[in-house]
């Protein structure tokens, strides 16, 4: 019978016993949605795209799960014409790279939403080492992030004596109070991050410190700013919803581009070497579509050790604003930064007087102080990713070695 024959009778028993026949848009959109998440257990965790261990299909369903509670939060809940930003990763909902040194906040936008009129986002510096407004466009509304269309970090926003901020939103810049970012038809969402090197606890832990700022950061519809909603989905408004739901599961799943010619230079595909460090950029082209940021050189690679070994990581830290590595599973989700150390701000490195750092990737502590360490969880396998905000100079390629335990 197959998972396909198992989900027709599911539904053909629960349609009967609970709402019967009748057909509705959102019935078709609700069942699409079911057939997603089964299609991503059946195409993107199979042997052909290389998700064989039982611990990686595991890590496959839970990755479907996050996704599909990211989606629901943006894509069934919110309203362009109406946006809030919201977290756009916890530590119990992670997805395309999440950084435990970092806040993310997410919003979908729509000029059209706006009567042309555009939004104005406000808000106020928290202290962040790094701050920074990012407007993306994509294919479509659930497309969620693949091109800039522009940015402005902190050093470009016009804060006042408070350390509050306004940024106007449009297409054209018509003047006014604050700063001004292009917003044109192509802008699906918009992304804020907040970056802060503490030597202690990762940021991403901090409830309080999330709450503020979310608190803070707030977008007003310039086209609608006392509009209030109805509060009804109506059956084609929820469908529409659903399937947005639908789209943005598959583009972070059977949708994504697993082609390593497609990858970015900086990503080494080669065990245990980590590509250059370099600037992110959009070019126009395939190469760098996604969400990354303009101000951030990245570097990363791929571990592979047994048991018995460690993966040495040794290099200098550049200039820059700020500057962290954290460790991923094959999904692009950290690993357990809750209780483990699976991630190093510069803060917590243990960089000598040039700014060195010497660091293991193992399951095992090493029990010379002098190294820093990353928990690998006992993993064979795993993705180890470098951020350098806003580096001033030149990057050196981190060098690594294999080390027996």
């Excluded at 080669?270 to 940021?293: C, F």
């Excluded at 990363?300 to 550049?318: D, H, Q, S």
């Excluded at 928990?375 to 070695?401: A, H, Y």
Aim: glycine letters at 8%; hydrophobic letters at 35%.
């Amino acid at each position: 019978m197959g998972w396909q024959g198992v989900m027709n009778i599911v539904r053909e028993n629960s349609a009967e016993r609970m709402l019967g026949r009748k057909k509705t848009q959102s019935r078709v959109s609700y069942l699409s949605l079911l057939d997603t998440l089964a299609e991503v257990d059946e195409v993107y965790l199979s042997p052909g795209k290389g998700v064989v261990t039982e611990g990686d299909i595991a890590e496959g369903h839970r990755l479907a799960w996050h996704l599909a509670g990211i989606g629901m939060r943006f894509f069934l809940e919110q309203d362009p014409s109406r946006p809030r930003l919201e977290r756009l990763v916890t530590p119990s909902l992670k997805m395309m790279g999440d950084n435990p040194d970092a806040l993310y906040y997410f919003a979908g936008l729509n000029l059209s939403s706006t009567r042309g009129e555009g939004y104005t986002l406000t808000g106020t510096y928290q202290g962040e080492t790094y701050m920074s407004v990012t407007l993306y466009a994509a294919d479509s509304p659930a497309g969620f992030a693949q091109r800039v269309v522009s940015e402005m970090n902190l050093s470009a926003m016009k804060l006042r004596k408070d350390n509050s901020f306004a940024i106007r939103l449009t297409k054209t810049d018509t003047g006014g109070l604050g700063s001004w970012m292009m917003l044109n038809e192509a802008v699906t969402c918009i992304v804020t991050r907040h970056y802060f090197e503490n030597p202690g606890e990762s940021v991403a832990l901090d409830g309080v410190l999330a709450a503020r700022i979310e608190s803070n950061f707030i977008i007003t519809n310039n086209g609608k700013p006392n509009d209030i909603p109805t509060g009804l989905l109506d059956d084609h408004e929820m469908a529409r919803r659903l399937d947005l739901v639908s789209e943005f599961i598959r583009a972070h799943s059977t949708g994504r581009n697993q082609d390593p010619t497609k990858a970015p230079p900086w990503f080494s595909f080669t065990p245990n070497v980590i590509g250059q460090p370099a600037l992110w950029s959009n070019p126009g082209n395939d190469e760098n579509r996604g969400m990354g940021a303009p101000d951030i050189a990245y570097g990363a690679g791929y571990f592979k050790l047994n048991p018995k070994e460690a993966l040495e990581i040794t290099g200098m830290v550049p200039e820059c604003a700020f500057g962290n590595v954290v460790l991923w599973n094959r999904y692009l989700q950290s690993l357990d930064y809750r209780h483990r150390r699976t991630s190093l701000n510069r803060k917590q490195m243990n960089l000598d007087e040039f700014g060195r750092y010497r660091i293991w990737v193992s399951a095992q502590k090493p029990t010379n102080p002098d190294i820093d360490w990353l928990d690998s969880e006992g993993r064979e396998s795993g993705i180890i990713f470098w951020r350098f905000v806003l580096p001033t100079g030149p990057i050196d390629q981190p060098k690594t070695r294999i080390v027996l335990l």
